[in-house]
């Protein structure tokens, strides 16, 4: 029963990574090059962690809430802060 547990849990941690991911690559529409570019390479280094920690049930909740949170600061955060016009 724990291992049906913890495949579901994986599987939704993956969905919302991934719905997550969408948000990232439609920033391209109004995050510049220079900032979009290492957005995507955290992206990516953070879904590295989630597979490297995918048995962890601590990492599969951190992970997606730590790219959101990344993709907040930056869209959103410097997008006010530097006046950024899509």
Sequence with gaps: MKQFFVATAQLCALALYLAIGYLYVISGLGVPAV??????AAWAA???VGFSHRHDLR???????GAAT???AVAL??????????
Excluded: D
Excluded at 35 to 40: D, I, S, V
Excluded at 77 to 86: D, E, M, R, T
């Design 35 to 40: 900032f979009l570019l290492p957005l995507w």
């Design 70 to 72: 990344l993709w907040a």
């Design 77 to 86: 955060g410097l997008g006010s802060v530097l006046n950024w016009q899509a």
């Design 46 to 48: 953070l879904l590295a």
């Design 59 to 65: 990492y599969l909740v951190a992970v997606p809430v």
